[in-house]
C-alpha cells in the first residue's frame, strides 16, 4: 500500500504537493478548512483543523500528518503526538513558527545573528527600545501574522497603542531594530526526521506592499562566503530547532555584508516556488520527501537562472481561463502555476517561473507573462 | 470556471497528465475502467468506454473530451461528435491510429517514406509478398496490437496461418518488408485544432522485446538533416491525418540513412515521458494545451540530454515503496514516475528521467536508478 500523506489546510500549497505525490506515488490526502479549496483534487475530508477530534479522525487514516499552514493549534499537535502519529513538523518545531517572541529567544540560545529585539508588555517599554534604536522599530504581534499582517513600522509607541490595548494579560508584542537593508534573502533547506538535510542556493527576494512579489534565484552577486553563511544558518535552525520537512529562512543582507534571521516557515514557502521548475528537486517533492522520511533529493539548479513572480489580484476584466490563452501565445517559455482561487485585490492567484541562461531575459519574461494576468 | 477536460481512460497517461491540469488551473475528469485505475485522483465515472450512453453522459459534463488510449469506437467518436461535442484527436484521424491499414494506406497517399507493405487476405498472398522481400517479413493484426502484440516476424506465410483463420470476411492482415535498420527513433509533435503545430527534437527509443525500454533525447549523433526530415515528416502526418494533441511517430533509420515510418500514436506516447523533465513543456502539459486549442508551448531542451528508462515490472521482492526509498537513496537527481499500479513481470509500473550535460553519466544513472526496482 502507498504511504499516506495527510496534509492540513488546502491552499495553495497542498495544491503544490499533489503533482510530486502522484509522480510518487504517494497517497495524499488533504484535511481541507471547506468545500472547493485550492487543493479540492485531493480533499479527503473537510473540517475544523482547531477541533481535535476532527483533526484525530483525520491522523488515523494517514501514516504522517504535514501541513499547509502552521495555524494548527498546539494542544491539537500534541494530542497527535500523543496517539502516535507521526506529525512534521512537529508541535515542538512548529511554537518557533507560531510564535515571533518564541523564535526570537531561541534564536538568540543558538547564537544566530539577527535584529536588536525586545518582549515588551507596555508602551513605555517600546519607547525605550525606539528610543535607544534611532527612535524607530518594527512592532510585530507574535501571533498570527503573515504577509505583512501584524508587522507595523513605529517612529512612537502610540501607532501599537491599540495592540497593547488588545493584549491577554501575561503576553506581549515583539520590537525589532529596523534593520537598514540592502536587500531580503531566503534560504530554503529540508530536513528529515532522521537528520539528514539538504540547502537550496540562497535566493533574492522582492517584497511589494509586505508581501512577497519577486525570486531571483540564485541571488544576484552572491558572493561564495555569502552562499555558505546562509546555508549554515539554514542548517543551524533546522537543527537547532528540529524542523522536519521545508524550513524557509527569510534573511536580512545589511550593507555591511551580515544577514540577519527576519522570519521562518516550516513547509514550502513562496521563497521557494521557483524550484519547483528551476531546481532538479522542487521544494514541494522534497518537502513531501522530508515528512515521509525519505532520502532527500538533488537541490541542484536546472538553468542558470530561475525568476518566481507572483500573480498578484489576478484578472481585472476577464477569467483567468481567458489569461492563460493570452500568457500562453505572448510567453511560450513562461511556467505557469494556477491556485484555482477566484481573483480580488491583493490576493496570490498563481505565480509564473521562468528559467535561462540570462538574468535579465528571465526578469523580463516572468514579469511580462506575470503582467498579462494584470 | 475552468476549462473541464474529459480523458477517456485512467492508465499512466491520463494519471500524468494530473499534475499539468492542476498546474494550469484545468478541471481534469477521467472517465475509468474500474475503481483504482492509475489515474483514480481524477476520476470522476467509472464505465465502459465502448457504451455510448456511459461516454455520452460524462462527455455532457467537460469542453473537450480526450484520450488515455486509441480504443474507443468510432461510432462512440462520431456519436459525440454529432452531440457537439468537441473531441481530440477526433474519429477521423484517430481511426489512422487505430486501423494500420488505413493508416499505410494513407501515408502511401501522403508521400510519407515507409517500409514496402500489402493487404493480404490470405496466406497465399503473403507468400508473394515474402517471397518479393527476400523471404521475410512482418506481419501484423491491423487492430488492437500494443506493445508487440499483434506483430510477428515470419519467414513463411504458415508462421500467421491462425491469424488468417480468425480473420472475418472481407478483413485483411497487413505485412511490411523487415526494414533493415540501425536503430529506431521517434517524433513528438503537438497540434492544436486551429492548426498551430510545434516539434520536439527526435530521439532514440531503445526495444527490448519490442517493448520500449530506453529514450535518449535528442537522439545521439543526429545530423540536422536527420533532426530536419524527422520534424518535417511528423508535421506532415500530424497536418495530412488532421491529428490534434499529441503525435508520436515511431521511425526506423537505415543504413543508407532514410527515415520510415513503423508506427503512430495520437496521445502522449512512452517515447516522450523524457519531456516531463527535459523539456521546458512536457508532453502532458503539451496535450493538455493543444486539445484545449491553448498556445503551445516551449519545446526546448532543459538540459544537453535527457534519459528515460522504463520500470518493467516492478520490485521482485519488495514493494515499490520500499523501492522507492532504494533509489531516491542511491540516487537523488533521477526523478521517479510511478503508475501506482502493481508490479508483475514485464507490465511497465513507472519510469526515471535523469538529465545532465554528458549522455554517457546520464545513461548510466538511469539505467541504474530503474534497476533499483528490479
Not at 26 to 52: H, K, N, P, W
Not at 78 to 103: N, S, Y
Not at 112 to 117: A, G, T
Not at 212 to 231: F, H, Q, R, T, Y
Request: glycine share 10%; aromatic share 4%.
Amino acid at each position: 500500500m502507498a504511504l499516506r500523506i495527510g496534509v492540513i489546510g488546502a491552499g495553495q500549497l497542498a495544491r503544490m504537493m499533489i503533482a510530486p505525490a502522484v509522480e510518487l506515488g504517494l497517497d495524499i490526502r488533504v484535511l481541507a478548512e471547506d468545500e472547493g479549496m485550492s487543493a479540492q483534487l485531493a480533499a479527503t475530508a473537510v473540517g475544523d483543523y482547531r477541533d481535535v477530534e476532527t483533526v484525530r479522525r483525520f491522523a488515523a487514516e494517514v501514516d504522517v500528518v504535514t501541513f499547509d499552514h502552521e495555524h494548527v493549534p498546539q494542544e491539537v499537535l500534541r494530542a497527535l503526538v500523543a496517539d502516535g502519529i507521526a506529525v512534521h513538523p512537529g508541535p515542538d518545531a512548529l511554537r518557533f513558527a507560531q510564535d515571533k517572541l518564541e523564535m526570537r529567544a531561541r534564536l538568540a540560545d543558538l547564537g544566530v545573528p539577527q535584529p536588536d529585539w525586545a518582549r515588551v508588555e507596555s508602551p513605555e517599554a517600546l519607547q525605550s527600545f525606539l528610543d535607544a534604536h534611532g527612535g524607530r522599530g518594527v512592532v510585530k504581534t507574535p501571533r498570527g501574522g503573515y504577509d505583512g499582517k501584524g508587522v507595523r513600522v513605529v517612529d512612537n509607541a502610540q501607532d501599537a497603542a491599540e495592540w497593547f490595548d488588545r493584549l491577554e494579560s501575561g503576553d506581549a508584542l515583539l520590537v525589532e531594530e529596523l534593520v537598514p537593508f540592502v536587500r531580503e534573502l531566503a534560504q530554503q533547506v529540508a530536513r528529515r526526521p532522521s537528520g539528514e538535510s539538504v540547502v537550496y542556493p540562497v535566493v533574492e527576494t522582492v517584497q511589494r506592499g509586505g508581501v512577497c512579489a519577486e525570486v531571483l534565484s540564485p541571488a544576484p552577486g552572491a558572493s561564495e562566503k555569502l552562499i555558505e553563511v546562509a546555508a549554515r544558518i539554514g542548517r543551524e535552525i533546522a537543527e537547532g530547532l528540529g524542523v522536519t520537512g521545508m524550513l524557509a529562512v527569510e534573511l536580512f543582507e545589511t550593507d555591511d555584508e551580515r544577514i540577519l534571521v527576519n522570519e521562518l516557515a516550516m513547509r514550502p514557502h513562496n521563497s521557494g516556488h521557483w524550484s519547483q521548475d528551476g531546481a532538479i528537486t522542487g521544494q514541494f517533492e522534497q518537502h513531501l520527501r522530508a515528512v515521509a522520511d525519505l532520502p532527500l533529493g538533488d537541490t541542484s539548479l536546472r538553468a542558470p537562472w530561475a525568476v518566481m513572480v507572483n500573480i498578484l489580484g489576478g484578472p481585472q476584466n476577464a477569467t483567468m481561463g481567458e489569461r492563460l490563452d493570452t500568457v500562453m501565445q505572448k510567453h511560450p517559455s513562461a511556467k505557469v502555476h494556477t491556485y484555482g482561487k477566484d481573483p480580488r485585490p491583493g490576493r496570490k492567484v498563481g505565480h509564473i517561473n521562468v528559467t535561462g541562461d540570462d538574468l535579465d531575459d528571465a526578469v523580463y519574461e516572468a514579469r511580462s507573462a506575470a503582467a498579462c494576468f494584470e
